[in-house]
């Protein structure tokens, strides 16, 4: 078995990766913000929906997609830590109208009072249990939203149309910090052990997108990897915790 190689090194900060899908649906990825934040898109141009994961810098994503037409009507947040939801306020004054979805979870009023979190009104929630998954769709997009809460509550992953969205869950080569206000190391390592079920059914050379571009093991810096170097190489996918929680 392959690993299904599929990686393209280090993105300028918001220059587009641009793909087209068997199914018609495009799916854009961009690095942006000092954090090397990993943003991702799905498009269906046919009906003029575009759902974007995390959007950082919102005038830079609202500019490239007027150039081909095209505007954000959905924002998808992984989590609501401040670094992920950065674009949220602009793409609101940009974007008025634009559905706004986390999972229910991810509201934290006690927590808001810590600098890592910003509040987000969000328009719509996923409301799923733990370590299980749902399916969001609009258009002919259509992703399996997975609730995997540890690094921050009401964390989600996304994946479909070639991509596993893992957010702070995983990086390339390791996996979100367990060590900030509302993190859960036990919840961070039962949705690794459930998001490693999940890329075990998933086809080799899907793109696995982390929240942020770190080191790989060969001390490069890729935007993502392939779910197939991931289950071998990502020490948190390989980790003997794993094993030991039965």
Request: charged share 20%.
């Amino acid at each position: 078995m392959g690993d299904g190689c599929v990686r393209v090194l280090m993105l300028r900060d918001g220059e587009f990766d641009k793909r087209v899908g068997g199914d018609g649906v495009e799916v854009w990825v961009t690095q942006m913000g000092g954090y090397m934040n990993m943003n991702t898109a799905f498009i269906d141009r046919e009906s003029g929906i575009v759902a974007i994961v995390d959007p950082f810098d919102s005038e830079r994503w609202v500019e490239e997609l007027a150039q081909e037409g095209l505007s954000p009507t959905h924002l998808l947040y992984t989590h609501t830590h401040r670094d992920h939801v950065a674009g949220y306020s602009s793409m609101m004054s940009l974007v008025p109208g634009v559905e706004v979805w986390g999972h229910d979870e991810a509201r934290v009023p006690s927590l808001l009072g810590h600098v890592v979190f910003k509040k987000v009104d969000f328009t719509e929630t996923w409301s799923n249990d733990p370590d299980t998954t749902v399916e969001w769709s609009a258009g002919s997009i259509s992703l399996g939203v997975t609730h995997s809460p540890g690094h921050a509550p009401g964390h989600v992953t996304l994946h479909g149309h070639g991509v596993y969205h893992a957010g702070d869950l995983l990086f390339t080569n390791g996996m979100g910090r367990v060590d900030l206000p509302g993190s859960d190391p036990r919840a961070q390592w039962m949705s690794i052990r459930n998001a490693k079920g999940i890329l075990m059914e998933l086809p080799r050379d899907w793109r696995l997108i982390p929240g942020h571009r770190y080191d790989w093991i060969d001390g490069t810096t890729p935007d993502w990897v392939s779910v197939g170097e991931a289950l071998q190489h990502n020490y948190a996918l390989n980790s003997p915790a794993l094993e030991r929680m039965g």
